[in-house]
């Protein structure tokens, strides 16, 4: 089964800070996703990437930026977090291209911004 | 704006029930439409998923239904089960999108 790890399950940051938020996927996948949870609001794209150093913005980019190096690593960086940002950040990857296809998601990290 | 929406955003059965959650969409070039199931604690994983092709896909419990001229589709769980207790996730995407765009979700609770 494809694996997606998240680092971090719960992180705690201050207002300002810049937040880096890690994701690794053992599986050979070209896509990678940054979505946000928030109760009411469902999944929300954030960024996501097809390929290694390509990106591309969701539905709700501002305030996040990404970087994806290498293939298996797919990070989300908050460049000065906000409360607003406190939520529920997952991570997904799937194997073919476009959204005909499922997603493997990692288990989330909670984000407080304090 | 909301391309998918989910109804109810809670529900309570009592074991034994059926379990039915909706959602309906807006933009039809969407032709894939997936359930995930998500427990507490854990990411959403692929439940269900049906093509536009069928009006209905079944696995064991779990059925969806579609209907593309109301561009409407559903989750049904029968004899539902207090291990099924999760939120439930409906999504939509298809060719020419680059990502799922999912409906808001519902928190199922099935009773002992």
């Known amino acids: 089964d494809v694996k997606v790890t998240q680092s971090s399950r719960y992180l705690v940051k201050r207002t300002g800070e810049k937040v880096f938020l890690e994701c690794v996927q053992d599986?050979?996948?070209?896509?990678m996703f940054w979505y946000r949870q928030d109760p009411g609001l469902g999944l929300r794209l954030i960024y996501f990437?097809?390929?290694?150093?390509?990106?591309e913005k969701g539905d709700i980019p501002e305030g996040y930026s990404v970087s994806r190096e290498k293939k298996e690593r797919f990070s989300l960086i908050l460049e000065s977090a906000s409360t607003n940002q406190t939520s529920m950040y997952l991570c997904?990857?799937?194997?073919?291209?476009?959204?005909?296809?499922?997603?493997?998601f990692g288990s989330g990290t909670r984000l407080t911004v304090v | 704006q909301q391309q998918v929406k989910q109804s109810p955003q809670s529900l309570i059965v009592q074991k034994g029930g059926i379990s039915i959650i909706n959602c309906a969409y807006e933009?039809?070039?969407?032709?894939?439409f997936p359930w995930y199931q998500q427990f507490p604690g854990k990411g959403p994983a692929l439940l269900i998923a049906?093509?536009?092709?069928?009006s209905e896909k079944k696995e064991g419990r779990f059925t969806i239904s579609f209907n593309k001229s109301a561009k409407q589709f559903s989750l049904h769980i029968m004899d539902s089960q207090p291990g099924d207790s999760a939120t439930y996730f409906c999504?939509?995407?298809?060719?020419?999108?680059?990502?799922?765009?999912f409906g808001s979700g519902t928190r199922l609770q099935v009773q002992p």
């Open positions: 997904a990857s799937s194997l073919f291209s476009g959204s005909s296809y499922g997603y493997t």
């Open positions: 599986m050979d996948h070209e896509n």
């Open positions: 990437s097809y390929d290694v150093k390509m990106k």
């Open positions: 933009n039809t070039a969407f032709d894939y």
């Open positions: 049906i093509r536009p092709d069928v």
């Open positions: 999504a939509a995407g298809g060719t020419g999108r680059r990502a799922l765009t």
